[in-house]
Each structure stands twice: as structure tokens, then as C-alpha cells.
């Protein structure tokens, strides 16, 4: 973790591991719960084999579409994933380039720790740069993030 | 291989993958053939585990230094690998942006598969646009990945 570089939402949550990864690895249930309400996730695609999908298309409330994802990096080990949009699935580098529109990439990193009962989640965004990093906090990392791992217990305690 | 965006360079050699793989991993053998003379590697950095760092440092003929590489993807299977310079080891994106700079970012894949007594090499460059393809052929990809891969040989002959 560089705190120059790196946003992190760590919380305990009271659904155990198993329900937190199945929320996170199973297309339908994503869908569910992956971006905060109004917003939805409208697509998901996920492969979760070193280079694999991840796809994800986003419709905000006003009902605009908007593409998201990258390659998959890996599951590094039991309830842990993680993806990053510098690249496109089997390693490519991402077609679009750091712009207005795309003012930042991030990798991500996901870890999912037995704590009790329940889970230790740890979402970690990688940025390359600081303006990056304060950038996506500016466009609501916090807020956004923590709103969808509420949606992601919710569900997660109905399975 | 995607035709419009990769670049390929495929040769049967005469030494065996063995040695071409410890030129190619082993950093004192790879600063004497990654850049064609005059050019010179003075630096080389190399951790072949997933997201680990691949950091070469080139001179030209003029004593200029152009620091270079990114994240090693991963080792694949044996005799294969591959970096991509989107990211930074540790699977962060990089923290440069394509510019005129730095017109295009490549993933590089090498395999090395045994061919008679020899070695069938095969060095596949990966872009995210048909721009950086195009831009990355008129730098010469295929003279100095060539060239390199000369010298790659005539090392291992001496191994």
C-alpha cells in the first residue's frame, strides 16, 4: 500500500467469505449489488483465470451506458481477486489513453479474510499517479465503494 | 495474434531453448544482447515472478539513457514469458501517459519451443491501437528485435 497511490476501503462485514467471493464471482449475483442504486450494472462478464474478462457495463439513472473493466490479473489465492484497466483481456494494453474523459486507470485488489463470523474486506485502487489517486477519491471512491459493499452484505445474507 | 494490432517476429535458431531462456533471464547475459550495438543495456532488473519487476536501463551510441520495461506478466510455462510496459510492477498502471513521448505502451510474449537441435523463437509485441502497431513497425521493431535475437545467439554459442 502507497498511501500517495492507493485508496482503500477495509471494513468488517457479517457474512462469511464464501458468500462475500460468490457475491463477488458469480455474473448474476454482481449485477446485484456491484454499482450504489440508482446506478445499475446492466452486464457482467468474468473469467477469472489469469488474463480473463472482467466486463461490466454501468447504466446511470438517466439510462447512459457506460463500459467498464479490463483484464483480469489473477486469483492470487483463496478469496482474493483483482483486475486492472491498463490492460484488456490476455494482457493487451488498453485501447484508450489517460484523457479528460479517462483521467486515471486503476488496478484492483480484493481480499476477503475470515474475521469471526464474518469478513474482513479489503479493497485496494492502485493508481500510477497521485492526480490519479486524488482524482478518484474526488469522484467519490469512498462513498461509492462503501454503498456497494452494503448492497453486496444485503444480498449476500439472502443467499 | 490479432493481424492490425501485434507485431511478430518469429526465427528457428540453432541453440537450444535451455540457452536462450538463460539469456534471456539471467540479468549479466541480457545486458550483453537486449539492445543492438551500438546501443548498449547498462542496467537490467529481472524478477520472474507474477507482477514482479523487469527494468533495463538502454544507452545510445551518444551516452544518453533510456530507462525502459514494466511488470513482468508471469512466466507462463516453461521457456515462455512476457512484460507489458502498461503496468508497474505490482500490477500498478504505469504512472506515464501515451504522448508524443511515449506514443504507444506494448506487451511482449516470448516463447521458445524446441525445433530439431535448435530453437523455434517466437517474440509477439501486443498494442492497444492500430496507431501504436503502425508507430512501433517505423521505429524498426523488426530490424532491432532482430538484431537483438543475432546477438542473443551468438552469446548462448558461447555459454
Given amino acids: 500500500m502507497n498511501p500517495k497511490l492507493d485508496l482503500v476501503l477495509e471494513r468488517v462485514v457479517d457474512v462469511p467469505p464464501e458468500l462475500v467471493?460468490?457475491?463477488w464471482t458469480t455474473p448474476e449475483y454482481?449485477?446485484?449489488w456491484f454499482t450504489p442504486a440508482p446506478w445499475k450494472t446492466v452486464e457482467c462478464e468474468l473469467d477469472l483465470r489469469p488474463g480473463g474478462m472482467f466486463r461490466t457495463v454501468m447504466e446511470s439513472p438517466d439510462g447512459k451506458k457506460f463500459p467498464a473493466g479490463g483484464g483480469f490479473r489473477e486469483t492470487v489465492q483463496k478469496?482474493?481477486?483483482g483486475w486492472t484497466e491498463a490492460l484488456e483481456p490476455g494482457y493487451r494494453p488498453s485501447s484508450r489513453k489517460i484523457?479528460?474523459?479517462t483521467p486515471f486507470f486503476f488496478?484492483?485488489?480484493?481480499?476477503?479474510?475470515p474475521h469471526g463470523s464474518g469478513t474482513k474486506y479489503t479493497a485496494?485502487?492502485?493508481h500510477g499517479t497521485e492526480d490519479g489517486r486524488t482524482k478518484h477519491e474526488e469522484m467519490g471512491?469512498?462513498?461509492?465503494?462503501?454503498a456497494a459493499l452494503d448492497q453486496l452484505v444485503a444480498l449476500a445474507?439472502?443467499?
Fill in 141 to 146: 471512491f469512498h462513498q461509492g465503494w462503501g
Fill in 99 to 101: 484523457d479528460a474523459e
Fill in 107 to 113: 488496478t484492483a485488489v480484493i481480499t476477503m479474510e
Fill in 157 to 159: 445474507k439472502t443467499m
Fill in 79 to 81: 478469496w482474493s481477486t
Fill in 21 to 23: 467471493w460468490k457475491a
Fill in 30 to 32: 454482481l449485477k446485484k
Fill in 124 to 126: 485496494t485502487a492502485m
